[in-house]
């Protein structure tokens, strides 16, 4: 068989648009398979492109069989399985591959072509970004495009099968909007990011010690949007809280879980509480970051006896949440603190900062029982010389306190929290570290407030009887800046380095496009979180809670996607039946009807024929009624020139005319055939 017959087999039809689909459906999985499977998908694509251009015989079933035999152990051997999201991605990906390798006629294409829907849809599990939904599509519709032409009975232009395929897609988006609402949504590692726990080396962790916040500063890594609902309050009283720490070894700090959760206290004024609605990254922890103070958490969230918010499981995805805060309610307030909790916030290593404790000594002989003095004393000495806030603190050996406040004297956010909740501690009042987040970047565009790694934070809370948990912040001390403006507030003075995206002035062009593209970015990464990706099963339940549906329950899910397929058809069927009379008023059609009726009436069974050409119609009469041959004839001329020739509008305009004049000839005297013109 030669080259050209065998390119025009039927069975191979739409085999080059397969071999130009399935590489881009699977292209994104280079980047998170390992690289045999990359190669091998590679290689078996390359090879049936060149076997087809050659009009070469696909490789034998048996050696078929031997390359998925090894694949699958390659793919057994790399993940000690066959199943999972990455076992099983990278094992469709290369039997997908083999299978358009061995493609003999179309069941193999349409095979393939099916396989590859699926390594689109699995492309989700490990990125659910923008630009992966545009590639989707893009993948979709060069697969959708290689189905038509594989079921088309002859070759179609690349043109058509684009167009045909793009409406294919456009009448599926109802579908795919309804069941992206109503189907069922898997909470856990389906949809989770497939990495592992590295998210947390870059976040908060439930341990602080000195310099850990100071690594975050070069982290640019937004870790959560917010958009307020209503007044947005100001930098200074942007506080996040995120994790309590009570426990303290000398070095380290160290999270509390909490022993119970309690009651919310009840906001106060309204024009005192912010609500807001928050987009947070995973941060594969429990922590939920907050507004100080909360009055308002989502269902699934726990206020704990240690004022710390936590969620019922892991933040393993992008989630999104609701909630109020009172920006003048510290937690505790008009409670007593019960002796446990006292004891456990007034505990010290007995060797740790012995130099601190002669000084706190020295205050309290001096102020008496004046708690508050004590405080302001304490944020006194960091505000004079020659403590000084620094970007890069030097490191601290043994005992990190006393040398932090009588020899380097010179610390980023930790080290003063750490070394002012030390001295308070040594004066007898119960003092805290609360890590979180302060400040932010306020997106115009948009308007939403970005909170990124580098803007994480550590403060004190102090009990007052009477007053509960006091916010006090010893960084306002020495550097105001900080809180009063966020991170970008920084000058970094004594030339020391600032991130570039901390200082936008005096970069080039180059930077400031740069980061002008990555404020674009982000912001259209916030509207894809928001309206897509947060829809989460939580914000489901919340969905079909408004129209008394439970969302968990298979017979209301059943119910919800009958509705809205239902819905769908009705508008369907109301788009069909305002289209169809528009069809009815192309005047060549209505002449033709009108002439067949007339005709129909004279002698039955000559009328038209629904779906019967017009020149078959015409041969009917002509044989029926002999004396009616001119009057047809004349009349599907001119009908074929106006439905079918290209025509300026004057002539089509006469051909019109004409018509109209056929269709209301007297049909005893059929009029005289007008003269044609011989040109258009």
């Known amino acids: 068989m030669n080259r050209s017959s065998r390119q025009h087999l039927p069975e191979l039809r739409g085999l080059e648009l397969a071999l130009l689909a399935l590489p881009v459906a699977a292209l994104p999985h280079a980047w998170h398979q390992p690289l045999w499977v990359t190669l091998l998908v590679a290689a078996a694509i390359l090879l049936r492109s060149w076997l087809h251009l050659r009009d070469r015989k696909p490789p034998s079933i048996g050696l078929m069989a031997l390359l998925a035999a090894f694949a699958g152990g390659l793919t057994f051997l790399q993940y000690g399985t066959l199943f999972g999201q990455e076992a099983g991605t990278a094992l469709l990906l290369v039997m997908m591959a083999l299978k358009l390798l061995e493609t003999r006629n179309r069941r193999d294409i349409v095979i393939g072509l099916f396989l590859g829907y699926f390594v689109v849809v699995t492309t989700y599990f490990f990125d659910q970004s923008m630009l992966i939904a545009a590639w989707s599509l893009l993948s979709a519709w060069l697969l959708t495009a290689a189905l038509v032409q594989v079921h088309a009975g002859r070759p179609l232009e690349r043109r058509r099968l684009a167009k045909h395929s793009g409406w294919m897609m456009v009448h599926a988006f109802p579908f795919m909007l309804i069941l992206f609402v109503a189907f069922p949504r898997v909470q856990g590692p389906l949809w989770g990011d497939p990495q592992r726990d590295e998210v947390a080396t870059t976040a908060l962790s439930g341990e602080l010690n000195p310099g850990d916040i100071a690594e975050l500063l070069q982290d640019e890594t937004t870790t959560m949007r917010v958009q307020f609902h209503g007044s947005v309050p100001p930098p200074r009283a942007q506080y996040w809280r995120a994790l309590v720490m009570t426990d ?36 594969r922890m429990r922590y939920l970051p907050v507004l100080d103070y909360p009055v308002a958490l989502p269902d699934n969230a726990e206020y704990r006896d240690n004022h710390q918010v936590v969620r019922d499981r892991r933040i393993v995805n992008r989630i999104q949440y609701d909630a109020e805060a009172d920006l003048t309610r510290p937690p505790g307030a008009g409670e007593a603190l019960s002796r446990s909790a006292r004891e456990r916030a007034l505990e010290l290593p007995p060797s740790a900062a012995p130099r601190a404790r002669a000084e706190v000594a ?6 008496g029982d004046d708690d508050r003095a004590i405080i302001q004393a304490a944020l006194d000495r960091f505000a004079a010389a020659p403590y000084r806030y620094t970007l890069q603190p030097p490191t601290l050996e043994g005992d990190v306190t006393d040398q932090f406040l009588f020899e380097t004297q010179a610390g980023y956010c930790e080290h003063y929290a750490s070394a002012f909740a030390v001295l308070m501690r040594s004066a007898g009042i119960p003092t805290r570290v609360v890590t979180g987040y302060q400040g932010g970047e306020w997106m115009q565009r948009g308007e939403y407030l970005r909170l990124r790694n580098a803007d994480a934070h550590a403060w004190n809370e102090v009990w007052l009887d009477g007053e509960g948990w006091i916010r006090v912040d010893p960084t306002a001390a020495i550097a105001p800046e900080r809180i009063e403006a966020g991170i970008g507030g920084l000058t970094g003075g004594d030339g020391e380095p600032m991130p570039d995206f901390l200082r936008r002035d005096g970069l080039g062009w180059v930077q400031q496009l740069r980061f002008g593209f990555e404020d674009w970015r982000d912001f259209a990464r916030f ?11 939580e914000r489901q339940r919340e969905l079909f809670a408004r129209f008394g549906l439970d969302a968990t329950d298979w017979r209301d899910i059943v119910t919800a996607l009958g509705v809205g397929f239902g819905l769908l058809a009705a508008v369907a069927l109301v788009w069909s039946g305002w289209r169809r009379p528009r069809r009815q008023l192309e005047v060549p059609d209505r002449l033709l009807h009108r002439l067949s009726r007339r005709i129909e009436r004279q002698q039955t069974g000559l009328g038209r024929r629904p779906h019967e050409p017009v020149i078959t119609w015409t041969r009917r009469v002509k044989v029926a009624r002999p004396d009616l041959a001119p009057l047809v004839d004349a009349f599907a001329e001119h009908y074929n020139r106006v439905r079918f020739a290209p025509a300026r509008p004057d002539d089509r305009a006469r051909h019109l005319t004409t018509l109209r004049r056929l269709a209301a000839s007297d049909l005893r005297k059929p009029a005289a055939d007008p003269p044609l013109p011989r040109t258009t």
């Not at 020295?362 to 102020?367: E, N, Q, Y």
Request: no cysteine.
């Open 527 to 537: 509207r894809w979180e928001s309206w897509v990706l947060a829809f989460d099963p």
């Open 362 to 367: 020295l205050w309290r002989a001096t102020h």
């Open 248 to 283: 303290f070894d000398g070095r380290r700090w160290q999270a509390e879980g909490g022993q119970s959760s309690i009651e919310l206290p009840q906001p106060g004024d309204s024009d005192r509480v912010v609500a807001y609605t928050a987009t947070l990254e995973p941060t």
